[in-house]
């Protein structure tokens, strides 16, 4: 079991700046893919950006150009900067460790942290 625990959440006003930390428990971090999603109030749970073990990187179209995603290994963490901060990026973010292992899917979540944008 692999416990995750974000941080960095908070108010920050239109174009403004905030980096989430993600750290896992445990030693496998660095095998398992790693991911942030977003949840607004009445909208369903959305992909911002994934890194898999392996460095490849994908983003939401919303967030391309202004959200960075990282991780260290050494370190069992993954990191969003957010850049230019828009109203809509307002969520509860949570951290996501995955990875499919012998046919059988370890998937795992943080409890979130609340992200709020005011124009």
């Known amino acids: 079991q692999v416990q995750l625990v974000e941080s960095g959440g908070g108010l920050a006003q239109a174009g403004g700046s905030l980096k989430l930390s993600c750290v896992a428990s445990?030693?496998?971090?660095?095998?398992?893919?790693a991911g942030w999603y977003r949840q607004a109030p009445g909208k369903q749970r959305e992909l911002v950006a994934r890194i898999t073990s392996g460095s490849t990187i994908n983003y939401a179209d919303s967030v391309k150009g202004r959200f960075t995603i990282s991780r260290d290994n050494a370190k069992s963490t993954v990191y969003l900067e957010m850049n230019n901060l828009k109203p809509d990026d307002t969520a509860v973010y949570y951290c996501?460790?995955?990875?499919?292992?012998?046919?059988?899917?370890?998937?795992?979540w943080g409890q979130g942290t609340q992200v709020t944008v005011s124009s």
């Open positions: 996501n460790a995955f990875r499919m292992l012998l046919g059988k899917a370890f998937d795992f």
């Open positions: 445990g030693s496998t971090f660095p095998i398992l893919d």
